[in-house]
């Protein structure tokens, strides 16, 4: 079974700066999918960035970017020039390769990007 | 392109009851997952749908069903209704072959059970 585990149930950032949030996760497989969704009060979710497990460069989607470190099993999510309309709950999320699209999800950072 | 849509939007359940949630898929999409995501918590994959045939379940009970429709779209069933199952329900669709990875999800159904 695979596990996610999201440290920091609320962070808080000035506009403008930069936030890191941090994601472990455990597993057995060697072949698998990580991703960051926002779930912003609209209660919407909305994937943010996602890394291929197989790839070693860290993915990139203009302000966010991932620190993916498949040794120790980490996976963390650096926001760069925060804006207010980044305020919502992020979730870090796991998806083994293969024919069952299952989704197992973190209990989410709360991020508060403040004027 | 029409989003996943879902409804309805909220909706109250006195315990014991039965309710049926709906989904309809993004375009083009085949797969519809379901999810429960408890207040506070991280959605929980109940259960997905491929062509119509059930392909995966999470750790949920046999009172939670559901189907698939030649069109896609979806329901979620739940029977005798227990206060726990009080949540907000989330559906998602993909399209296996094009990444498939990536589901794109409806805006949920918030379902109060009293």
């Known amino acids: 079974a695979q596990t996610v585990t999201q440290s920091q149930p609320e962070m808080s950032v000035q506009e403008a700066e930069t936030v890191t949030l941090s994601c472990t996760y455990d597993?057995?497989?060697?072949?698998?999918?990580l991703f960051w969704y926002k779930q912003p009060p609209s209660r919407q979710m909305i994937l943010v960035i996602r890394?291929?497990?197989?790839?070693?460069q860290n993915a990139t989607e203009n302000r966010f970017s991932v620190n993916f470190q498949k040794a120790a099993k980490s996976f963390s999510l650096k926001i760069s020039d925060s804006q207010l309309g980044d305020t919502a709950m992020y979730f870090c999320?796991?998806?083994?390769?293969?024919?069952?699209?299952?989704?197992?999800f973190g209990k989410g950072t709360l991020l508060t990007v403040n004027p | 392109e029409t989003g996943v849509t879902q409804s309805p939007t909220h909706l109250i359940k006195t315990r014991g009851q039965q309710v049926t949630l709906r989904c309809s898929s993004q375009?083009?999409?085949?797969?519809v997952s379901w999810y429960q995501q408890a207040l506070g918590q991280g959605p929980q994959f109940i259960f997905q749908?491929?062509?119509?045939?059930?392909?995966g379940r999470g750790n949920f009970p046999p009172r939670f069903s559901g189907l698939q429709f030649p069109n896609y779209s979806s329901e979620l069933n739940v029977n005798a209704l227990e206060l726990d199952d009080s949540a907000l329900y989330l559906c998602?669709?993909?399209?296996?072959?094009?990444?498939?990875?990536?589901?794109?999800f409806g805006p949920g159904t918030r379902l109060t059970v009293t």
């Open positions: 998602a669709s993909s399209l296996p072959g094009q990444g498939g990875y990536e589901q794109y």
């Open positions: 597993t057995s497989e060697s072949n698998y999918y």
């Open positions: 890394q291929e497990a197989y790839k070693q």
């Open positions: 999320a796991f998806k083994v390769q293969g024919s069952n699209y299952k989704l197992t």
């Open positions: 375009s083009g999409h085949n797969t």
């Open positions: 749908y491929y062509r119509e045939e059930e392909n």
